[in-house]
């Protein structure tokens, strides 16, 4: 998921907590342009997969999206894994 961190009612801030929390297995991208401002740590610290300063750069923009893509296919990987192993095992 990409947002920014200004937006409408909520920051993107609020949204990736929430997303973080609730819907763990999504990655979240950041992306700001505040000027002066840099909440790369703390967005980092709250569980986004990353962030991306504005103004956006195609080629680090896809790079971010791959790899949250990448990682996204691999936690389901090992969430089916675990499910049949304790399928089998009776775990």
């Given at each position: 998921?990409?947002?920014d961190v200004v937006m409408p009612g909520k920051t993107g801030i609020e949204l990736q907590n929430?997303?973080?929390k609730e819907y763990s297995?999504?990655?979240?991208i950041?992306?700001?342009g505040a000027g002066g401002f840099?909440?790369?740590k703390r967005i980092i610290e709250n569980g986004a997969h990353g962030f991306i300063a504005k103004p956006l750069n195609p080629e680090e923009l896809m790079n971010h999206v791959?790899?949250?893509a990448n990682t996204r296919n691999r936690n389901l990987?090992?969430?089916c894994i675990v499910a049949c192993w304790n399928s089998v095992f009776g775990i």
């Open positions: 998921m990409l947002c929430y997303i973080s297995d999504i990655p979240v950041i992306i700001t840099n909440p790369g791959t790899g949250a990987k090992v969430k």
